[in-house]
């Protein structure tokens, strides 16, 4: 593989780095070349770091455009890789004369750069803002960066995220913690607590705030001590600033440092206070050290830093709750050892170097992948459900069908209905149009080749006719104008009305190619409806191949929740229905219960949280045990793992079950739609009752056989094990849909 890299060669800090690291490592596995459009510093280092770097000066434009067309042509190269303004303008001069794909790697973000240069802004910066548009794909180096990219219409398919990489080989500092601490000043004994930052000192790290919120922690915590490491014009006014809060001894400025790994060695906390940022270098280093870290909320920061789990955040610009981070901090050694700890797994597995290079070879793989896909005919797939609604459920189908696509095919195009597209297109990183933008959505249809109905209760009247007619509607759409379909991991019914039942079992009978379905009752339902023209198929849920969030990472969830890891729970997830009220007074009595006889605290789940969480407050308004609510559970991986803590789960809601389920937990189903109960028996778990037969005691004894099978690990798994066995038919009926060869025929295990 052959790829040349366009820069301009005046290049600086964090995007320099990236670079040099990047192609430095990269030329050890394939032919790198970098192209800089002047001679200077930048290009030197790169060839004492052993990259082959060439210089096409000069302020002739279209003489510089010509001679490196033909250095491309005549070298054989295959990908243009772009860096800055002056890189993309060539870029997107050369994508069509030279015949190859151009990726660009947006560094920061193109609107802001030249800030202060209204002469460079308005040449370079408009420049760069129409070549990026003009590029085949784009690189985030942080998913906040791709997330902004996408807010700014850029297609989600042509984008991908390669964060700066680090080498996570052990480090060894040159001094050890107290010999560094008294080479830069610090007075500090072995029992102070050391917060410190690498940065420049200027507006935008926002140094100011640190040393007010350190201010602030120092009241409470005489130990703590801040050291500050880095240089810049704001210097003297930030001495200034820590002379006048009467912290100018337990603050030091170390000045420009190049000892980095010492530095690290001589903190225990590390911080970040910026008020704009992509993705820092500097949290990855502190990561690399195992220090905790409290950060700033801005960027690309909440991808690495999770806060309670992996770190600690507060709101740009806030001393006072920097300051209740800090003083967290420094009043715990065991939170800080937590907070450390996860922090180094998940940067040394996300964000190493060797991570960083595997990515990007994988990107230039799909690259000439997709480059040398067909063109001109249908291509992708178009899926509709219920999504974007803020319902787990759903959204977990949406993410598992989109994770089985590109299973199938990574360079397959994935649109989906959303009630949120903006939201769809930055969790999934797929296009999504409004549901019910049906001129743009009829039109989307002329190109795919597969039309899915995805999943969940799709086909029912119970909660509205008018969203069965939507759905029938569109697959008949998706039909008529050349597409297969496909219903991927349905449930059927209840449909109730007569002329609903003629109507679905009509388009059904006729538009449908194939159905996969999550339970045995919605087959018999089909065949009540006469239904028997598509094929027809038994598969499971789709969302039971999610899988749960690391165990670190739930237990940073439950801790920030002030849940113990180790704690013993019982979870409900309820929901409003009618009747409901008049029996949350059981589940009440029912949750005390389960606290006084087996130590199990009542923890409150929602599913649709503007839904469900009146619901809950209903129940616990009642309670005399302790209970906790979780308002917010998170991202699918995040909820699954949640429910995997429970020792019983107690649900109205499906994929409450789905989830309990999946991880071996024992369950009771209050059944509101027969979809809980057709689960239930599917997986072999006989526990339910219907909610307007509810009684305190049919809830208690259910519970009571649930904690009784807490420990039968055959039992509880034997059910799941069949679902995940037969999902697979949802998934392979789809490539059968999109002609996409078995995989055995292209040599893989089956």
């Excluded at 800089?36 to 510089?64: K, W, Y």
């Excluded at 870290?293 to 740009?316: H, K, M, Q, W």
């Excluded at 050892?337 to 597995?349: D, F, N």
């Excluded at 129940?619 to 979780?630: K, L, N, R, V, Y």
Aim: proline share 4%; with cysteine; aromatic share 8%.
């Amino acid at each position: 593989m052959k790829v040349i890299h366009l820069i301009s060669g005046g290049d600086s800090g964090g995007a320099k780095t990236h670079v040099h690291s990047l192609l430095q490592n990269l030329s050890q596995t394939i032919d790198v070349t970098m192209v800089c459009f002047m001679d200077g510093p930048f290009a030197q280092e790169a060839r004492e770091l052993g990259i082959h770097t060439v210089i096409f000066s000069g302020r002739n434009l279209l003489s510089t455009y010509r001679k490196l067309r033909q250095f491309i042509l005549d070298g054989g190269y295959q990908i243009i890789h772009c860096h800055g303004a002056r890189g993309n303008m060539m870029g997107a001069l050369l994508r069509r004369s030279t015949g190859l794909p151009v990726v660009s790697t947006v560094h920061s973000d193109y609107r802001l750069d030249y800030l202060g240069r209204p002469a460079a802004r308005l040449v370079y910066g408009t420049t760069n803002t129409v070549a990026l548009r003009l590029l085949d794909y784009r690189i985030g180096v942080s998913d906040a960066m791709t997330d902004l990219l996408i807010s700014r219409g850029f297609d989600p398919d042509r984008l991908f995220t390669i964060y700066n990489g680090l080498d996570f080989s052990p480090r060894h500092p040159a001094m050890d913690r107290q010999a560094y601490l008294r080479s830069v000043g610090l007075e500090a004994d072995a029992s102070c607590v050391i917060a410190g930052i690498a940065a420049r000192l200027n507006p935008v790290k926002d140094v100011a705030t640190l040393i007010r919120g350190f201010a602030k922690a120092y009241e409470h915590c005489p130990n703590l001590r801040l050291l500050i490491a880095g240089d810049g014009e704001e210097r003297a006014m930030l001495e200034g600033l820590a002379r006048e809060l009467g912290v100018e001894r337990q603050v030091c400025f170390a000045g420009w440092i190049s000892d980095t790994d010492s530095f690290y060695n001589a903190i225990d906390i590390n911080t970040l206070t910026s008020l704009s940022e992509t993705f820092p270098y500097a949290l990855t280093e502190g990561a690399r050290a195992g220090l905790p870290t409290v950060a700033s909320r801005v960027g690309g920061v909440p991808y690495l830093i999770e806060d309670g789990v992996t770190g600690l955040l507060f709101e740009a610009g806030d001393p006072d709750g920097l300051a209740r981070q800090l003083t967290a901090l420094a009043q715990d050694a065991t939170l800080r050892a937590h907070l450390g700890r996860r922090l180094y797994q998940k940067a040394k597995e996300d964000f190493s170097l060797e991570s960083t290079l595997q990515r990007q070879l994988h990107i230039y793989e799909t690259i000439l992948r997709r480059h040398s896909r067909k063109g001109g005919q249908r291509d992708g797939v178009l899926v509709c459900g219920a999504y974007g609604r803020g319902n787990a459920g759903d959204d977990a189908i949406l993410e598992a069908i989109v994770a089985e696509l590109r299973e199938l095919d990574p360079d397959l195009p994935i649109w989906v209905l959303s009630r949120n597209p903006d939201s769809t297109r930055l969790t999934y990183r797929v296009n999504s149009i409004y549901t019910f933008n049906f001129p743009r959505f009829l039109r989307r249809m002329t190109k795919t080749h597969l039309y899915i109905n995805g999943g969940g209760s799709l086909m029912q009247d119970v909660t509205s006719h008018r969203s069965l007619w939507f759905y029938l509607f569109t697959i008949s759409a998706g039909k008529i104008l050349g597409n297969r379909v496909l219903m991927y991991g349905c449930g059927i019914g209840p449909i109730r009305s007569e002329s609903n039942r003629r109507l679905a079992a009509k388009v059904l009978q006729k538009r449908v190619d194939a159905i996969t379905l999550r339970d045995t009752h919605s087959r018999e339902e089909l065949k009540r409806m006469g239904v028997d023209h598509p094929e027809i198929i038994l598969s499971a849920d789709p969302t039971v191949i999610l899988p749960a969030a690391a165990p670190q990472v739930v237990d940073g969830i439950l801790e920030r929740e002030g849940l113990d890891p180790n704690g013993s729970y019982i979870g409900f997830t309820l929901r409003p229905w009618p009747g409901f009220k008049e029996k949350a007074e059981i589940f009440a009595a029912a949750a005390d219960y389960a606290y006084r006889k087996y130590g199990l605290t009542p923890v409150f789940l929602p599913i649709e949280r503007r839904l469900d969480l009146g619901a809950i407050r209903q129940a616990t308004a009642s309670m005399t045990a302790p209970f906790h609510i979780i308002e917010n559970t998170g991202s699918s991986a995040h909820t699954i793992g949640l429910f995997a803590r429970m020792k019983v789960v107690v649900s109205m809601r499906l994929h409450a079950l789905v989830f309990s389920a999946s991880q071996g937990v024992p369950l009771v189903g209050v059944v509101y739609d027969q979809k809980i109960s057709s689960f239930l028996s599917y997986i072999g778990q006989d526990l339910y009752t219907d909610l307007g037969e509810l009684t305190l005691e049919r809830l208690t004894a259910h519970i009571d056989t649930a904690c009784g099978r807490i420990d039968d690990h055959d039992f509880l798994t034997e059910g799941v094990d069949r679902l995940r066995q037969v999902e697979h038919r949802n998934s392979a009926t789809a490539r059968r849909l999109l002609g996409l060869p078995a995989p055995e025929e292209e040599g893989e295990r089956p």
